[in-house]
């Protein structure tokens, strides 16, 4: 028979076997180095271990569910809601158990009659609230069929930023950055910096939890920001390399930005994978999304991306020079929801948060 049950960590090989079967090497080999970073020093979870929902079959994982919890405000005050991660169906193991489970219908074994993917989904530790980007084009599909909705206006946004990386490698350090800075004036200029957005060293401290605390409830919806988060998310992350811009006021921190910079198949790459400011304060948000191009352009970062939600970020980035970014088959690639209560419609959302970044 087919049994759906909440994973557990003594899943985690199979987890991680399912994962290299259906996704490749390189996944697997992240999910294996992130494993006790997210499963058990994420201060969100309601404690240490792997969250999840597993098919299992004649002792075989057959599919996955990873559920990471998102911290969900809405008007302030916490909601339990998840974001889906390394959601997997083994095909050829699915096949094979599906024709036992039709050839033996008295056994008694899960409700399967929208299929495993959905039996996953509906498991009630999968939920209420379920959310979910940088979906593929399949799995967007299967979530339609589920009743998860696309939010509209969300998605990542791009832009070019500098060719001194790319020129350097093929003409060398010197000649690149010489001819790179002339080509990148055909890029355009950056705007001014017209607010002083520096370089935050060391740890999140209680400036970053009085802001949290202050905005929380500005944002129809929004996921946890405190000190100890932010902390466990960027400081403390296996894969490191994250920078932290903060915009401060006369008395306190006004807002706060954080980039990731790295190389991908020889070309250097940048992410703001978080920004929070108050949402009206657009002065602010530019100035960040600002000092984050500009960053990125002194370390030689090819092309950015951000993911955004809302017209409000929207209209800064588009202004900033940011275009959508599509999936490979031209479709974009959105935030999507089921559960999600009307009055969250509105919620904010960034690379950072889920798995993202």
Request: aromatic share 8%.
């Amino acid at each position: 028979m087919i049994e759906i049950r909440p994973g557990t960590d003594s899943d985690r090989p199979q987890i991680l076997a399912r994962i290299e079967e259906v996704f490749g090497t390189e996944p697997a080999r992240r999910a294996e180095r992130l494993w006790d970073w997210q499963w058990h020093q994420d201060p969100r979870l309601p404690s240490p271990g792997y969250r999840g929902v597993v098919a299992q079959w004649r002792g075989q994982l057959i599919g996955n569910l990873g559920t990471i919890p998102a911290g969900l405000h809405i008007a302030g005050e916490p909601v339990q809601a998840w974001w889906f991660v390394d959601m997997l169906v083994h095909w050829g193991l699915m096949r094979k158990a599906l024709r036992e489970h039709r050839r033996s219908p008295g056994h008694k074994s899960a409700d399967l009659s929208k299929g495993i993917a959905a039996a996953l989904f509906d498991y009630p530790t999968a939920g209420p609230i379920q959310m979910g980007k940088h979906i593929s084009d399949p799995m967007m599909t299967i979530g339609e069929r589920l009743g998860f909705l696309i939010l509209p206006e969300t998605g990542v946004l791009h832009r070019r930023v500098s060719t001194k990386h790319r020129l350097g490698r093929i003409l060398g350090p010197s000649l690149g950055s010489l001819l790179g800075g002339v080509v990148d004036l055909a890029l355009g200029p950056l705007p001014r910096l017209k607010l002083p957005v520096r370089v935050h060293e060391g740890p999140f401290d209680t400036r970053f939890d009085r802001l949290w605390e202050a905005l929380k409830g500005a944002y129809p919806a929004i996921c946890r920001r405190d000190a100890r988060v932010l902390d466990w998310r960027y400081r403390r992350h296996p894969d490191g390399d994250y920078t932290a811009l903060i915009l401060e006021s006369p008395d306190d921190l006004r807002g706060y930005g954080v980039i990731k910079i790295f190389e991908r198949e020889g070309r250097r790459r940048g992410k703001i994978v978080d920004l929070f400011a108050s949402p009206s304060d657009s002065e602010a948000m530019q100035a960040l999304l600002v000092g984050a191009l500009r960053e990125m352009r002194r370390q030689g970062v090819e092309r950015a991306e951000c993911f955004q939600t809302g017209r409000g970020v929207g209209g800064v980035l588009s202004g900033l020079g940011f275009r959508p970014r599509l999936s490979k088959t031209g479709r974009p690639q959105p935030l999507m929801t089921r559960h999600l209560p009307a009055e969250a419609q509105g919620i904010y959302v960034t690379q950072g948060d889920g798995d993202g970044g």
